[in-house]
Each structure stands twice: as structure tokens, then as C-alpha cells.
């Protein structure tokens, strides 16, 4: 039987994995009916529908930038199970504003003085929700798995984290809004059931007064974190990716709408495609290094990934135009199109590529500081990563009010890739280096 098999049906872990899949999945069906109904149901503006795409990925990670630093002491200093189960709680009455949200749009009723403002207040908390269950679902593999199951583990979470967006998306792009706002209260529902199933995890040290200035605190933890150049060259090549990923998330639905004259099924489809390829990628890094933690196939990954991106780039430029009286394609009609396929390969290139870069980072994460500040060091990288993430969002609103269209904006995204693959060098360099020393 394989470690991950053995993982998938053990106690110690199957509890956490569903509640985190369960939790991915309601994070990308709400955030991904708000994104699609009101790109597709309320706005005709290229430059409006990206800036709402922008305005929503930034609003979901100013929390991590915020409470990641108290999340992390708080993951450290308390048992994790207990903390599990408070966060999945507080999910069900998040999800019941932002249900209501959704029921609202779906009516038409007050689209702009309530239904949108209750969806955005909705994925703020949503975020909190994330940011304190992040160093958790990381920091407690660790504790509860072997030293050689930890990068399979890591795998799975990763892997089963992108099989729940894939769902949520494709869930999303193909369920009326006022379904998805049934779904949204269901499923928080049962990932508290979940949550409750999650073995007892105490506190590795002991526990210390926590800091509630939530800016001395997160310049403090950042500062201590990084101040170990193996985490600190690890936690900037994360938040590279994520600062990618971020752009390319956002451009997705206006992306799709206004280039490729396709309907939200397609771009649910698109989201789907780069879920399973970060899946893959997750578990393939897993058989390339046979278990071992290491930094080894992240530099080649990353450029791999900017490569695709530049074919990516290449085919939607070279994409057929359209009339603006033309109606969208749907699926089955996009799919038949004579670039679909290269499109769509050219995209899954760039999700396993990435998957396969950033599953051995946070590993290495985990399994390089001592088990007691696991949950810190993982909030430390989640802080640099949301500011990563906030610039990206940012960045892609810079680029939209200047004008860019969307489909160059895909070239900046692919340089960037260069940077994150110096960076993984370096950490590869420095893990050798100690492996030698």
C-alpha cells in the first residue's frame, strides 16, 4: 500500500483533507457565482469587468495581510482541532449573508445598495475564514504525519485544494445563482461536521500571551521568519506564484467574455482546466522526488510555466475576431474551434508546471522549522504572500486603466516567471549548500 493510500484512509488525516476540500469548494463556488453573475449579468465593459475581478481577489486577501500574524500565534499557542471547529462554525453564518447576497442578485433586488455589498462583506469574512485556517491545515500535517509522509501529505492537501476549486468553478459556472446560494449554507454545514472529526493537536510549546496589534505583530513574525535565508528565498518564490496566479485568475472571465466571445460555462471551464493542472503537477513533484523534500525541479518548473504562458499568450492573440452582435459560444461550440485545444493545453501546461513548483516550497516550510513554529512560519508566508497577491490585483488594474489589453497583460505575467525561477535556484543552491556543510 503507498503512503498516500495509507494517508487518504487514516484517521490522523482524512478528517482535515475533507474539511479542507470541503472549504476550497465553498471558497470557489461563492467567490466564483458572485464573479461570473455579475461579469455576465451586470457589466458590458471589458474594463469594468476586470476591475470588478480585481476589486473581488483584492477584498478576499487583505485579511491574510492583516490576521495572518495573529492566526499563526494562535494556531501555535492553542490545541488546532479546537480551533478547526470554531473557524467551520463561523463559515455557516458567513455563508448565510452571502447566500442571501446571491438570492438578492438573482431577484434583481437592490443590485448595488445591498445585494453586491452583502456578496463583498460575504468574501471579506471568507477571507478571515481562510487566514485562520491556513497555518492550521499546513502546520498540523506535521504533528499528526511521519517525517517521510509529510511532502505526500503536503501533496494531497495541495492536490485536494485544486480538485475542490475544479469542482467549486465548474459547480458555479453551471448552477443558477439562487442554487448556489442554497449550496453555499449546506456546504459550510457539513464542513463543521467534518471539522469535528479532526484528532486533538495541542500546542507544541508553551503557550504565551498573544499580541493582538496585528501590525507589530506582523512585522515582528515576518522579520524573525525571514531572517533564515532558506525561508526567506522560499517564502518570496510562494508569493511569486501567487502574485501570477492572481493576475491570471482575474483576467480569466473578461478574458473569455471579450476575446474569445464565450459564455461563463467557458470560463468556468478555463478555471477548471488550471485546477486539474495544479493537481497533477501536485502529485507528480511527489513521484519525481520519491518523498524527499527539496527545492530541486522548482527553478525548471517555473520556467516551464512562463514558457506555456507565452504560447497561451500566442494563441488568444491569434484568436478569430468577433462582431459584438455575435452571441457567445457556449461550451460544446468553443470546444470545436480549430485553436480550443492548443488553447486549452497551453493552459494546463502552465497549472502543472505550477503545481510542480510550489507543492515542494511549502514543504519545505513545514518541515524545515522546528514543530513548534510551524503555524507562524506558514502565517509569516501567508502575510508576504496576500501582499504579493494585493500587488498582483493591483498591478492588473494599473495595466487595465493604462490600457493594456488583456491578452498582453499575459506577457508581464510570463517575465515574472524569470524572477521566481532565480529565486528557486537560489533556494536549491543554499539547500545544497547546508547539505554539504
Given amino acids: 500500500m503507498t503512503t498516500t493510500t495509507k494517508l487518504i484512509r487514516a484517521r490522523r488525516f482524512l478528517p482535515l483533507f475533507v474539511t479542507q476540500l470541503l472549504g476550497a469548494f465553498n471558497d470557489n463556488l461563492f467567490k466564483n457565482a458572485m464573479v461570473l453573475f455579475v461579469v455576465y449579468g451586470v457589466y458590458n465593459s471589458e474594463a469594468a ?43 455557516i453564518a458567513i455563508m448565510v449573508v452571502g447566500g442571501t447576497g446571491l438570492a438578492l442578485a438573482w431577484q434583481h433586488v437592490a443590485l448595488d445598495a445591498l445585494a453586491i455589498p452583502l456578496m463583498l462583506l460575504a468574501l471579506f469574512a471568507m477571507g478571515v475564514h481562510s487566514t485562520f485556517f491556513g497555518p492550521i491545515k499546513y502546520a498540523i500535517l506535521p504533528q499528526h504525519l511521519r517525517e517521510g509522509e509529510v511532502l505526500s501529505g503536503t501533496g494531497l492537501v495541495e492536490a485536494g485544494t485544486y480538485i475542490a476549486v ?7 459556472g453551471w448552477i443558477s445563482v439562487d442554487h ?9 454545514i457539513l464542513g463543521y461536521v467534518a471539522g469535528r472529526k479532526v484528532p486533538s493537536a495541542p500546542p507544541m510549546c508553551t503557550p504565551e500571551p498573544l499580541d493582538f496589534h ?16 532558506r525561508v526567506f528565498l522560499a517564502v518570496c518564490s510562494i508569493s511569486f506564484f501567487w502574485a501570477i496566479g492572481t493576475v491570471l485568475f482575474i483576467q480569466f472571465p473578461p478574458l473569455t467574455k471579450n476575446i474569445l466571445n464565450a459564455s461563463k460555462e467557458v470560463a468556468s471551464l478555463f478555471l477548471v482546466i488550471f485546477s486539474v493542472g495544479v493537481a497533477i503537477g501536485s502529485m507528480a ?20 510555466m512562463g514558457a506555456f504562458l507565452i504560447a497561451f ?11 459584438a452582435t455575435d452571441p457567445l459560444m457556449n461550451v460544446s461550440t468553443f470546444l470545436v474551434q480549430p485553436l480550443a485545444l492548443a488553447l486549452l493545453g497551453t493552459l494546463l501546461g502552465i ?46 488594474g494599473v495595466m487595465t486603466w493604462l490600457g493594456l489589453p488583456v491578452v498582453q497583460q499575459m506577457m508581464v505575467v510570463a ?7 532565480w529565486l528557486g535556484y537560489l533556494l536549491f543552491r543554499a539547500e545544497k549548500s547546508a547539505h554539504t556543510a
Avoid at 490545541?79 to 463561523?90: G, L, M, N, S, T
Avoid at 513521484?287 to 518548473?301: E, F, N, Q, Y
Avoid at 499568450?313 to 462582431?323: D, K, R
Fill in 351 to 396: 497549472a502543472i508546471c505550477g503545481g510542480m513548483f510550489v507543492v515542494p516550497l511549502y514543504a519545505f516550510l513545514t518541515t524545515f522549522v522546528d514543530k513548534s513554529l510551524t503555524a507562524r512560519t506558514i502565517a509569516a508566508n501567508n502575510i508576504v504572500n496576500s501582499g504579493a497577491m494585493v500587488v498582483g490585483a493591483l498591478v492588473t
Fill in 180 to 188: 448556489a446560494a442554497i449550496l453555499v449554507v449546506i456546504i459550510a
Fill in 214 to 229: 496585528v501590525l507589530r505583530a506582523s512585522i515582528r513574525l515576518v522579520r524573525t521568519t525571514l531572517s533564515d535565508r
Fill in 285 to 304: 513533484i511527489n513521484a519525481l522526488l520519491k518523498g524527499t523534500v527539496s527545492a530541486r525541479w522548482s527553478p525548471i518548473s517555473v520556467i516551464g
Fill in 313 to 323: 499568450q500566442e494563441v488568444c492573440a491569434i484568436w478569430p475576431g468577433h462582431l
Fill in 49 to 91: 469587468e476586470a476591475r470588478f475581478s480585481a476589486l473581488a481577489s483584492g477584498i478576499f486577501v487583505i485579511p491574510f495581510f492583516l490576521l495572518s500574524a495573529l492566526a499563526g500565534q494562535l494556531a501555535d499557542m492553542r490545541d488546532k482541532a479546537k480551533i478547526i471547529r470554531v473557524i467551520k462554525a463561523c463559515e
Fill in 415 to 421: 517575465i515574472a516567471c524569470g524572477a521566481s525561477a
Fill in 166 to 172: 475544479l469542482a467549486g468553478t465548474i459547480v458555479a
